[in-house]
C-alpha cells in the first residue's frame, strides 16, 4: 500500500479544516487535507458573523472571500407581530469588532476558501474517505480510499478533525454523545426573489413563530434562504412528509413571509429537511488528534453560530498545534477546551432563552437601554469570547434577570394605568 508522510493530514475541507491548515501550512508545516465531497457540494448554514472575520483574517483567507463580493451581512432583524420588531446593527456593538460580515450559498463560500488554501500551496485531494485511523506513541495512521475504491495510506504526526456532520473521529473512535437540547427540525428551501434592495442585504430576518422560527436571508441576487425551526409536531401539523406544499402553507403563517414570499414562490430546489441537528462529543482532543467545526458540537442554527464555531476552532487549534509541533507545552485543556467551550456555553444560553422566551421578552421590549443592547449585539455578532462583556461573562444570569425586570416593569406600568 502507497504511504504519504505529512506533519498533519485534516480530515475535511469547510471553514474549519481550511483555517487550520492555512494557519499550519503559513507555519511551515506539512499538510494534506482530505475530502470526502467534490466541492462546490450544498451545505447550509449560509450566513457569517463579524466574529468569523477575524479568523479569516488570521488564516489569510480574508482577501479571497472579500474578493467574491458577496452580500454585506450589517445585522440582526428579530419580528414577531406586524408592529413588533428588534433590529441590532452590527456597528453598534460593545465589542471593538467587525461592523459586518457576509451572506452567501455555503457552496461558494467553502469553495473559495479550498480553493485559496490550494493556491497557498496546502495538498487538497477530493472524494477520498477516510475508512481507519490507528494511533501509537509517534504517528497517527490513517487508512484513505478514494472515489474508485483505490486505497493508501498517511503517516502524520497529528491528525484535526474537521469532517463537520460526517463526525469521522467521533465515529471511530466512539467520541459521539447525545446533545442535551431537544430535537428539533430544519425545513429550508432557496426560492427566487425579486431584486434585492438595499434594506434587505443589511440584515438576516428571524421571524418569532411562537411554537417555532424561521430565518430569511438573501444569499446573493434573486436568491433568497428561507428555513422553518421547530420540534416534529409543529411541522407535523401541516402533513406527514415535507414537501413543496408544505412549505408555501408555512409561508403563510406570518404576514412577513406572506407578503414577501408566499405568492407565486419558485422554489431552486425541493425544500430540505434536516432532524434532530444537535450533536455532541465526549471529548475535544486526545493523543495526536483534535476536533474541530461541528465535529466537536453543534447546538441550533438560530443565531447563525456554526460556521464562527468552525472558523474559531479551526484557528484556535492551527495556532495551538503550530506550537506543540514545534517542541513548545501546550495545555489543551485550558487553551483549547476550557476557550471554546466557553463560548458554547455562551450561545447555548442564548439559544436556550431564545426557547423559554426570555430573549423574545427582552428583544420586544417598548423601551430599551442602549447599553444591555449593545452588550447583547456583541453576543449576536460572536463576540462571546469577549468576557470584558457583562451579557458575555455573566449569561447564564443576566438574560433572565434582565426579562424578569422588564417583565415587572410592564405588569407596574398596566397595574398603573
Excluded at 430546489?269 to 483534535?290: A, H, L, T
Excluded at 466557553?342 to 427582552?362: A, C, D, M, P, S
Aim: aromatic residues 12%.
Amino acid at each position: 500500500m502507497r504511504i504519504e508522510k505529512v506533519d498533519v493530514l485534516v480530515i475535511g475541507a469547510g471553514p474549519a479544516g481550511s483555517v487550520a491548515a492555512a494557519i499550519l501550512h503559513q507555519n511551515g508545516h506539512q499538510v494534506k487535507v482530505v475530502e470526502k465531497q467534490q466541492f462546490p457540494r450544498f451545505v447550509i448554514g449560509e450566513s457569517l458573523l463579524p466574529r468569523c472575520l477575524d479568523n479569516l483574517q488570521k488564516a489569510g483567507l480574508l482577501e479571497a472571500v472579500q474578493a467574491q463580493q458577496f452580500p454585506y451581512k450589517r445585522g440582526a432583524s428579530f419580528v414577531r407581530a406586524a408592529n413588533e420588531s428588534c433590529t441590532f446593527d452590527f456597528s453598534e456593538q460593545f465589542t471593538d469588532g467587525w461592523e459586518y460580515a457576509y451572506q452567501m450559498p455555503r457552496a461558494n463560500f467553502d469553495k473559495t476558501l479550498a480553493d485559496e488554501i490550494v493556491r497557498q500551496g496546502v495538498a487538497l485531494s477530493y472524494q477520498e474517505s477516510v475508512e481507519k485511523v490507528v494511533f501509537d506513541d509517534e504517528k497517527a495512521f490513517i487508512n484513505i480510499q478514494n472515489n474508485v475504491g483505490e486505497q493508501y495510506q498517511i503517516e502524520a504526526k497529528f491528525v484535526v478533525d474537521a469532517s463537520g456532520y460526517g463526525r469521522v473521529l467521533p465515529r471511530l473512535l466512539d467520541l459521539g454523545r447525545p446533545s442535551n437540547f431537544p430535537a428539533r427540525t430544519a425545513f429550508f428551501a432557496h426560492i427566487k426573489d425579486k431584486p434585492h434592495t438595499e434594506n434587505t442585504e443589511l440584515l438576516t430576518e428571524i421571524i418569532d413563530l411562537d411554537t417555532a422560527w424561521a430565518w430569511i436571508i438573501p444569499i446573493q441576487e434573486g436568491v433568497t434562504s428561507i428555513g422553518f425551526v421547530g420540534d416534529a409536531e409543529f411541522l407535523e401539523q401541516y402533513g406527514d412528509h415535507y414537501d413543496e406544499n408544505i412549505f408555501t402553507k408555512l409561508l403563510d403563517t406570518h404576514p412577513t413571509l406572506k407578503d414577501n414570499y408566499a405568492q407565486n414562490v419558485e422554489f431552486v430546489f425541493s425544500p430540505k429537511v434536516i432532524k434532530g441537528y444537535s450533536v455532541g462529543v465526549k471529548q475535544m482532543y486526545g493523543d495526536r488528534y483534535v476536533l474541530v467545526g461541528n465535529s466537536t458540537e453543534f447546538l441550533d442554527p438560530i443565531f447563525s453560530s456554526g460556521v464562527t464555531f468552525a472558523t474559531e476552532t479551526g484557528a484556535v487549534a492551527g495556532e495551538l498545534l503550530h506550537r506543540q509541533l514545534n517542541g513548545m507545552p501546550v495545555d489543551w485543556d485550558k487553551d483549547y477546551v476550557n476557550y471554546i467551550q466557553h463560548g458554547i456555553e455562551v450561545f447555548r444560553t442564548y439559544i436556550k432563552e431564545w426557547y423559554t422566551g426570555n430573549l423574545q421578552t427582552i428583544f420586544f421590549a417598548t423601551e430599551k437601554d442602549p447599553s444591555f443592547k449593545k452588550q447583547i449585539c456583541s453576543v449576536l455578532a460572536g463576540y462571546v469570547w469577549d468576557k470584558t462583556n457583562p451579557y458575555v461573562k455573566k449569561h447564564r444570569r443576566a438574560i433572565p434577570l434582565l426579562a424578569d425586570v422588564i417583565r415587572r416593569q410592564k405588569q407596574a406600568a398596566a397595574a398603573s394605568q
